[in-house]
């Protein structure tokens, strides 16, 4: 059973403009939230991340939301740029001794010129 | 600095043969995982290693696979024999441990294609 969940494989915006990608959780005792990028052939990099006593951060052009009440969160690119293309993957946290990281499916994010 | 070191970055083997995966973490670091990646289950925890001791292996998906960390600088991951539903993208990644926090530093990767 996934934990966390990424239900849009994929998702094209035009450059310039917003893009959102989106992630739902089930588990509650998730208390760290993380972003990776990952290139073809590369291997995932972090991008961004969230504590679960916060409910946004921002870095730059990205942001992310939580919604603890929701249990979802959300990556915000403004303004997306064609070398933002990747695929994006959620990952979440319970913390504690074992600090185990559950990854989302990914959603591929295509930024059009 | 050198990030984490992964070997082969592809391997294309038979039904049947022994295939092993080998890892370089960053120095320092003391917490390495191994993942695999598919387009149905995304990434996914294989096994993780403590101070190279093996702390959690639940996600080893069968008795094929098995995973290694005689030193702190190198890791391997085993599967034997091989069958095409192995095929995927293997991550090692590593971090500098859990008192820091979840992030993990992973590695380019191998393709596994098993015909």
């Known amino acids: 059973d996934q934990q966390v969940k990424q239900n849009s494989p994929s998702l094209s915006v035009q450059e310039g403009r917003i893009s959102i990608l989106n992630c739902d959780y089930t588990?509650?005792?998730?208390?760290?939230f993380l972003w990776y990028k990952k290139y073809p052939a590369e291997g995932p990099t972090f991008l961004i991340s969230i504590s679960s006593i916060k409910d946004k951060n921002e870095d730059g052009r990205f942001t992310v939301f939580l919604n603890k009440s929701a249990k979802h969160l959300s990556l915000h690119i403004v303004p997306s740029q064609p070398g933002d293309s990747a695929v994006y993957f959620c990952?979440?946290?319970?913390?504690?001794?074992?600090?185990?990281?559950?990854f989302g499916t990914g959603t591929l994010l295509a930024v059009q010129p | 600095d050198a990030g984490v070191i992964q070997s082969p970055r592809h391997e294309v083997t038979e039904m049947g043969q022994e295939v092993t995966l080998r890892c370089k973490p960053i120095?320092?670091?003391?917490?390495l995982f191994w993942y695999r990646q598919t387009m149905m289950r995304g990434l996914e925890l294989l096994i993780y290693f403590n101070n190279n001791v093996p702390i959690d292996d639940s996600g080893m998906p069968e008795d094929r696979f098995s995973a290694k960390m005689p030193n702190a600088s190198f890791s391997t991951l085993k599967i034997q024999p091989s069958e095409p539903r192995d095929s995927a993208v293997y991550f090692c990644?590593?971090?500098?441990?859990?008192?820091?926090?979840?992030?993990?530093?992973f590695g380019p990767g191998t393709r596994l294609t098993v015909t």
């Open positions: 588990n509650s005792m998730f208390d760290y």
């Open positions: 120095s320092g670091h003391n917490s």
């Open positions: 990952a979440a946290s319970e913390g504690g001794a074992t600090n185990k990281l559950i």
């Open positions: 990644a590593s971090s500098p441990g859990s008192d820091r926090g979840p992030r993990r530093y």
